[in-house]
């Protein structure tokens, strides 16, 4: 083969690496294993481009990279395949979302395999296929059947619980339940009825049916996540969205909010990501509080970290979802009150957190008692208030907390200035009250102050001390079709389990996507969707699961994919423990990596896995962005002007296409065949080519940016494709996709293919002793390549081999003993390529099972100085001397340098300064 023939090349190897299974990985105790995780990714219809593939080439590179340094390597890859997209398509066109799913499955997976990564296709899977979520479906069952024991700071069998409700009542029992739960004996136990006892134990289930406040959108008939609603609409589709109560099951992710706190410390995450999980747990250590209703029985219970602030209160806030708003709101107050709730209400509760701007609320003309001095205060209603955060009402000191403040300006409400109290006056309620100014008062006098409020709380009966988190439970259920059935049936009202031999409980036809006529989930409209046990025939759960379900344990499953009996092996997750590179986006860190981290931490509580961290090091990969082309057509015409030209004419600029754009310049035939439209376009040209406009925006098809990976695949091959996505920049950073500098990339591979051939196009490798110089370019790059391997640092490597290239085609080097570790470095980057020179190299093993090459520092070591020589403080001549040579020896050789001699003119130096290693001076 004389020329570089990539296509050819590149299907050979990927062929070779199918039939000899090159990269299944098996348990081997022998050597170190290391586990490389892409995140899942979503087939979606149109398949990937180019920004797709930058965070699976990067961890490809070091999947191949850590298979030459002898580890075992894990790299799987499979497909988060329910979901809402594909849901949509079949309410569209009626068909199926399984077809629909797998035909974007095959078109992902040609995709991936065309890139040539080291996956591990035996491994795959998919959250839509039932003998994956069969286990999904069991690990649900393990969560309903557990609760969280605050002694044992873990998860427990909630048949150990029933046991010690039948000897102790629940008194003296810590556990994580609902905060309204009552206390009770054994006795009372004994004599509750089978339903009461089962909606007791929902009180403290790991998952468990509530009536919850969620966001409904009835034209997509599906509760949607936070992340799913912007200013009151669905973001697919635009629908509008109301904030209702429905009866979901939730997971209680809040029993593990503390270890997932502790946790964060252990795992080599970005502070950034890190710092978005814990602002979203939010622990805070503080106190409830009771106001009464003036004129009622009702009671308001406000969380506050700051107790001790209580006298500077003038105002309690509620939530625009809490029931006790409707009901305070008095009749002179209610048409205002009501129009207000019921807009503030359908705001999504990440967009009502984020708005520090808007200001907004309503006066329900009620009012309530301050406990400590038994003040009247007003009673409002503020969407800034979180119905799920903390008790839904919150106490405002307006002197003390900004958005306080800026509610109590806005509206004319009392802003009282908080004094300093000490603590002999200060003994709860004492004269004047303990009322602290946090600007002045030291951080030990406000602990005290808040112990002291705290304990005058619990005597008094009026509160109690909190520790209190920002994350709610997770809603654990959907209303669509194209998820996991819950193993759940009704008999009386109340859920059971099916039975685990039941699994998995397969999604059931149904002849349309869309919920039912009277508003049930699609599933409602299965012929059959009953469960029959001995004593009966009970119905089904209707909602299924959400997207996150599946995703939240997959990595596991990669470990041990075939197996029917257990969700994985102990012994298999035992080996591959913790996943050690995991590459994906921080987008997800409140949502996937959150829930992941829960669920192997639940598993591990239960015995199911030995580690209770998922993913020991994260890197979130930066976006590569699209490099929009833009043509400038002259108004009310279509004749389009060049871009040098264009503020000549009055022009209006237009996307065009990027794919018949060549370094700017564009294809004028290709463009007219682009759109019927343009087929009678006509152009004003500079210099007889017509330039485009360039600018970076965010890669999609309305932008007509989109590089499909397979152009560039067929035009340059898949190795320049993962050379240049790494050459782009650092694989943190956000950069813009430029066809314009592939080119490069290209050539360096044909240069790199000629050190290997000669003049004719003949392989030829000399077996002769390489020189000195040719094993400084490559100690010097492997050196450079372990580097960035430690840092991350792709893009250097790239730039390294470049340099390396091109200095050995300097030497003209050709030498067995450089171009054999060469193709090997090279190997991790463009693994096709250098499969081929290895094959070429007499090698019948992939290069994969090659060791990574060993550095030696001595080559790097310099015998040899050039010595710049100045004469009167100017440089008049260069010499090239031994690193051994004394001063003396350094001195008679620039003396007796005909160069030096011209400068010098015979005259003898009156001063000569010699710096070995540095410089000669000589003054004459």
């Known amino acids: 083969m004389a020329e570089y023939n990539f296509r050819e090349i590149e299907q050979k190897w990927q062929n070779f690496w199918k039939e000899k299974g090159t990269f299944h990985a098996q348990v081997d105790p022998n050597r170190p294993k290391f586990y490389s995780l892409d995140m899942f990714p ?51 066109t009626g068909q199926h979302p399984a077809i629909t799913t797998e035909q974007n499955i095959a078109r992902y997976t040609e995709q991936l395999k065309n890139i040539g990564f080291a996956f591990d296709w035996e491994r795959e899977v998919r959250t839509s296929d039932p003998a994956y979520y069969k286990w999904t479906q069991w690990i649900f069952m393990q969560l309903f059947n557990s609760y969280y024991d605050q002694d044992a700071d873990k998860a427990l069998s909630i048949d150990s619980l029933v046991s010690r409700f039948e000897k102790e009542g629940n008194k003296a029992i810590k556990a994580v339940c609902d905060d309204e739960t009552p206390i009770f004996t054994a006795e009372d136990w004994s004599a509750f009825s089978e339903k009461e006892k089962a909606e007791m ?19 997509l008939g599906t509760v949607l996540s936070n992340d799913e609603v912007k200013d009151g609409f669905s973001e697919r589709g635009g629908h509008p969205v109301e904030r209702k109560k429905m009866m979901q099951w939730s997971m209680r992710i809040t029993a593990y909010a503390d270890r997932l706190l502790k946790g964060l410390d252990t795992i080599d995450w970005s502070e950034p990501v890190k710092e978005m999980q814990r602002n979203w747990i939010g622990k805070s250590i503080g106190a409830e509080v009771l106001f009464d209703v003036k004129g009622s029985d009702k009671k308001i219970k406000v969380f506050t970290t700051r107790v001790d602030t209580i006298y500077g209160v003038t105002y309690l806030a509620l939530a625009p979802e809490s029931d006790l708003a409707a009901e305070l709101i008095t009749e002179d107050q209610r048409e205002t009150a009501e129009a207000y709730i019921q807009v503030a209400k359908n705001r999504s509760e990440r967009e009502r957190m984020s708005d520090v701007k808007t200001i907004s609320g309503a006066f329900t003309g009620a009012y309530a008692i301050n406990p400590f001095n038994g003040e009247e205060i007003q009673i409002w209603v503020a969407d800034y208030v979180l119905a799920g955060y903390g008790t839904g009402a919150v106490m405002a000191v307006p002197a003390h907390d900004e958005r306080d403040y800026n509610f109590a300006k806005h509206f004319g409400l009392e802003i009282r200035q908080v004094i300093e109290g000490s603590m002999e006056e200060g003994s709860f309620p004492g004269k004047g009250g303990l009322i602290i100014n946090s600007g002045f008062i030291s951080g030990l006098y406000m602990k005290e102050a808040m112990e002291k409020a705290i304990e005058f709380l619990e005597e008094k009966g009026i509160g109690k001390g909190k520790i209190q988190f920002r994350m709610r439970d997770a809603i654990f259920t959907r209303q669509r079709y194209w998820g996991e059935p819950l193993p759940v049936y009704f008999k009386d009202g109340l859920p059971k389990l099916v039975d685990v031999k039941d699994l998995p409980l397969v999604l059931p036809e149904v002849d349309k996507y869309l919920p039912t006529e009277d508003g049930e989930p699609p599933l409602g ?23 996150w379900a599946g995703s939240s344990w997959y990595f596991f499953r990669y470990m041990d994919p075939k197996n029917d009996e257990v969700f994985a092996d102990k012994a298999i997750t035992d080996y591959w423990g913790s996943v050690d590179l995991y590459i994906g986006g921080s987008e997800h860190a409140t949502g996937h990596l959150l829930y992941s981290r829960f669920w192997t931490k639940f598993l591990h509580d239960i015995g199911a896995v030995k580690i209770d961290e998922p993913f020991q090091k994260m890197i979130n990969q930066g976006m590569i962005q699209g490099r929009s082309n833009f043509v400038y057509r002259q108004k009310g015409t279509n004749t389009f002007v060049s871009y040098g ?80 996505e790494m050459f782009l920049g650092p694989l943190e950073q956000f950069k813009p996709w430029n066809t314009n500098g592939i080119d490069g990339v290209y050539k360096f591979l044909r240069k790199l293919w000629n050190l290997y051939h000669n003049a004719k196009g003949e392989f030829e490798v000399s077996d002769a002793k390489a020189s000195k110089e040719e094993l400084k370019t490559l100690h010097k790059t492997i050196k450079k390549m372990d580097d960035d391997m430690a840092n991350f640092s792709f893009n250097t490597s790239v730039s390294s081999f470049m340099i390396c290239v091109n200095e050995l085609t300097a030497l003209k080097s050709n030498k067995r003993e450089i171009l054999e570790p060469l193709a090997v470095l090279v190997s991790p980057y463009a693994p096709h390529i250098s499969e081929e020179l290895w094959a070429l190299l007499g090698h019948s093993e992939s290069v994969t099972k090659a060791s990574f090459p060993e550095f030696n520092a001595d080559y790097l070591v310099e015998s040899s100085f050039e010595y710049p020589v100045m004469i009167n403080g100017k440089m008049r001549a260069k010499l090239t001397l031994s690193l051994d040579l004394s001063k003396e ?31 000669v001076n000589l003054v004459v």
């Open 201 to 219: 134990l929902l009180k403290y289930r790991l998952t468990y049916l509530a009536e919850t406040t969620v966001n409904w959108c009835s034209a």
């Open 525 to 547: 409209r299965a012929k059959d969707w009953t469960y029959k046990t001995e004593d009966g025939e009970y119905p089904l759960e209707l909602s299924t699961m959400p997207g």
């Open 42 to 92: 979503y087939p979606s219809g149109a398949g990937l481009h180019v920004g797709h593939p930058l965070g699976y080439i990067a961890s490809d590179i070091i999947s191949r990279y850590k298979m030459l340094q002898g580890f075992n390597v894990l790299h799987p890859m499979g497909y988060d395949s329910f979901g809402l997209p594909a849901e949509q398509y079949a309410i569209q």
């Open 645 to 724: 030209l264009k503020d000549q004419y009055d022009t209006a600029a237009m996307h065009v296409d990027v794919n018949i754009v060549y370094n700017d310049q564009l294809n004028l035939e290709k463009f007219k065949a682009w759109r019927p439209d343009l087929a009678d376009a006509e152009f004003i040209l500079e210099d007889g080519k017509y330039i485009c406009g360039a600018e970076v925006e965010k890669m999609s098809k309305s932008k007509y940016n989109v590089v499909n990976p397979d152009d560039i695949i067929e035009k340059y091959g898949a190795d320049t494709l993962r050379l240049y």
């Open 889 to 919: 020896d350094i001195e008679k050789a620039a003396l007796a340098d005909e160069t030096v001699q011209k400068w010098v003119e015979g005259k003898t130096p009156k001063k000569i300064i010699i710096v070995p290693g540095k410089i």
